[in-house]
């Protein structure tokens, strides 16, 4: 449909620069070693490691996440949220199109 090209444009220019992208939950815990006499362990403050929980179709899974691969999940995250939105203002934008449409054809034939 040539009128909703517009909105395939957005799609076409705002996809590609949304890789990666994810849907999950990042969280920081604090968890114990299994080092004897950890010093760190010993003193409570214990050993920060990131997890990445997903939740699909009533299964969640969590998985660890290597301190290297931080900044990407978060941005992959980040990404999942914006393609989301994207995805929210599709089903609005199709369909204020359509009713623009609809009335340019009316307007060939003005009610005076
Ligand atoms: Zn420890």
């Not at 968890?31 to 920060?48: E, L, T, V």
């Not at 660890?64 to 995805?87: D, F």
Request: charged share 25%; glycine share 6%.
């Amino acid at each position: 449909m040539k009128d909703n090209s517009q909105i395939k444009k957005q799609w076409l220019q705002q996809i590609p620069s949304l890789w990666p992208a994810l849907k999950g939950s990042l969280a920081k815990v604090y968890k114990p070693c299994i080092r004897k006499n950890c010093p760190a362990c010993a003193r409570g403050d214990k050993h920060p490691a990131w997890l990445l929980s997903l939740s699909y179709q009533g299964r969640r899974t969590t998985m660890y996440v290597p301190q290297p691969m931080v900044s990407t999940i978060k941005k992959a995250i980040q990404n999942g949220r914006k393609i989301e939105q994207l995805l929210y203002r599709t089903g609005p934008g199709l369909l204020r199109n359509y009713r623009k449409n609809t009335q340019k054809t009316h307007q060939r034939h003005p009610k005076s």
